[in-house]
C-alpha cells in the first residue's frame, strides 16, 4: 500500500495525517517508510533530522544524512527527508537531472533507502499542487513502480474548511485521479469544533462528487498547532485512528 498525501496548497496538515498515520499502522505492526516531500519538512523534522534533504545534499556535494526509524508499538516508522528544505527542491531537481552522475549517485540512494526493509507501508507527504506530469513526480513514480510493480497508489487529499479551498481541492483531485490511481479519501482538517455538524453535508457532497470512499472531519487541535516533540510524543487524533482502520478494512463512509 502506498498513499499519497496530497493538496493543492501548504498548511492544511499533511504532515499531521502522514504522521498520524504512519504512527497507527506501525502500531498494528507495519513496518511503514514516510517519505517527507513536503518543501517545509516538518516529520524530517519531528525526526531529528535537522541537516539537507536527499535532493539538497546531493546537489550541494554533502554528506547524506537523511533517514531515521523508531520503534512503534509492534511494527516502526523509517522517515525519508527527501526535499524538506524550501522551495529550492526545483532547481535543485533541475541540477541533478542535467548531471548522469548525480542522478545515478541519487537513484543508489533511493533504491537502498526503499529497500533496507521490508515495509508494508508507503506514506508519501507532498508539496502542494503536485501534478502527475510535473518532474517532481515523474522520476520518483517510475522508479517506485520499478522497485514495487505491485503496490497500488491511493491519494488522500487534505484540505482546510475554507470554501475555496475545499473548491480548490476538489478540481486538484479530478486533475490527479485516475482508475489505477484513485482518490481513496477526503479530509477537511481545521474546523472549529462547533462547526462539526454544519460539514457533514458539506463533506458528503465532496466524497459522492469525488466517488471516493472516506470522508473526515478534523476540528481544530490545539496541541497538535504547537506540538514541537518528538515522533514517539506525537498525539494521534482518534480520526486518524479510525481512518487507518478504515483504509485496512476497506469501509466507507464519513469521520468525524
Known sequence: MRLSIRSSKGGVGKSTVAISLAKVLASEGHHVLLMDRDIVGYASYLAGINGAGLVASLADGKDVDVIREFPVGKGSITILKYFGDGPRFRPDLEKIHKDKDLMNLGWKYYNEYLTRRKYSCFIVDNAPMVMPNDEINIYEHRQFISLFPNVPLRYLIVSDSLTQTIEDNVRYAKAIESPEQPILGFILN???????????????????????????????????????????????????????????TEEHGIIA
Not at 198 to 225: A, H, Q, S, T
Open 190 to 248: 481545521m474546523i472549529k469544533p462547533q462547526d462539526l455538524k454544519k460539514y457533514e453535508d458539506v463533506i458528503r457532497k465532496v466524497i459522492n462528487e469525488l466517488k471516493c470512499r472516506i470522508g473526515v472531519l478534523m476540528p481544530f487541535n490545539e496541541e497538535l498547532f504547537q506540538f514541537s516533540g518528538s515522533i514517539e510524543d506525537f498525539p494521534v487524533p482518534q480520526q486518524m485512528k479510525e481512518l487507518a482502520k478504515r483504509i485496512e
